[in-house]
């Protein structure tokens, strides 16, 4: 789920689905399945993590697309992943 101005982006498998919601709000709706937030404008499950390089603090999707880390976020995926 990313976070654009002020709507949501689902990205599934077969489609994008736009709300105007709050990320925050998915955040607490998600967090007990496997949905952790790594950055201000993202929500990745993360049964869909490929991968995570620690120099560009990034983790990369099973989709091959590309999603940016903060360090809390880093914090918070390294803490869910158990790395």
């Known amino acids: 789920i990313e976070a654009r101005n002020q709507d949501l982006i689902f990205y ?33 499950n993360q049964r869909h993590i490929l991968s995570y390089d620690a120099g560009t603090m990034t983790v990369t ?15 918070r995926l390294k803490e869910a992943l158990a790395w």
């Open 12 to 44: 599934l498998p077969d489609r994008q689905l736009t709300r105007r919601e709050t990320l925050s709000k998915y955040e607490t709706l998600l967090q007990d399945m496997d949905f952790v937030r790594c950055h201000r404008s993202y929500l990745v």
């Open 61 to 75: 999707l099973d989709d091959e697309s590309v999603v940016y880390l903060s360090r809390t976020g880093k914090a």
